[in-house]
T-cell receptor, first 109, second 118 residues
């Protein structure tokens, strides 16, 4: 069945460092891909999405490109801030939404 | 708009007790979902609904029941709580489930209910 695998955390970075969180997926057909973010004590919020191959989703300085050839959707940000500390979930949607296990990011000043 | 709201925010149950979690959305979404979130396992779908009066099983439905009597509300029931049901429960809603032709629709999540079963 469809599934998502994302890099295990936790990830700890200093402010202004470069961030990459890897995400790969398994699915037949052409799923849509998403990154959600969960801040402490809150529900998940959509961060960005891409609906077809080679699409780039972007929001708040975060980017991810839908790579069908490598079945990947890695999340990147050039300069992280303390306020980016959260748990990040990669997800795919074809017939239903499947989530990765989540990656906890902590950014230190 | 309040978006998706959940009540209660926290609850402690003893084994064997029952309870109902309430989810409400004011976005006129057709689809609603209940997930549980456990450490290291992401979110797992318990039950979902594609419209008023309809429900269906998700990935981990055992021990739970649901009802969707009104479009804006989706209730999750635990008839006889077990320690394995200790988790954080999230409700979500969307315009579509992601089925054929509509896979780009995002889900909107509530703030969660933290349930502990002792």
């Amino acid at each position: 069945g469809d599934s998502v695998t994302q890099m295990e955390g936790p990830v700890t970075l200093s402010e202004e460092a470069f961030l990459t969180i890897n995400c790969t997926y398994t699915a037949t057909g052409y799923p849509s891909l998403f990154w959600y973010v969960q801040y402490p004590g809150e529900g998940l919020q959509l961060l960005l999405k891409a609906t077809k191959a080679d699409d780039k989703g972007s929001n708040k300085g975060f980017e991810a490109t839908y790579r069908k050839e490598t079945t990947s959707f890695h999340l990147e940000k050039g300069s992280v801030q303390v306020s980016d500390s959260a748990v990040y979930f990669c997800a795919l949607s074809r017939n239903d939404m499947r989530f990765g296990a989540g990656t906890r990011l902590t950014v230190k000043p | 708009n309040a978006g998706v709201t959940q009540t209660p925010k926290f609850r402690v149950l003893k084994t064997g007790q029952s309870m109902t979690l309430l989810c409400a959305q004011d976005m006129n979404h057709e689809y609603m979902y209940w997930y549980r979130q456990d450490p290291g396992m992401g979110l797992r779908l318990i039950h979902y609904s594609v419209g008023e009066g309809t429900t269906a099983k998700g990935e981990v439905p055992d021990g739970y029941n649901v009802s969707r009597l009104k479009k804006q509300n989706f209730l999750l029931g635990l008839e006889s709580a077990a320690p394995s049901q200790t988790s954080v429960y999230f409700c979500a809603s969307s315009y579509s489930s992601g089925r054929a032709g509509s896979s780009s629709y995002e889900q909107y999540f509530g703030p969660g209910t933290r349930l502990t079963v002792t």
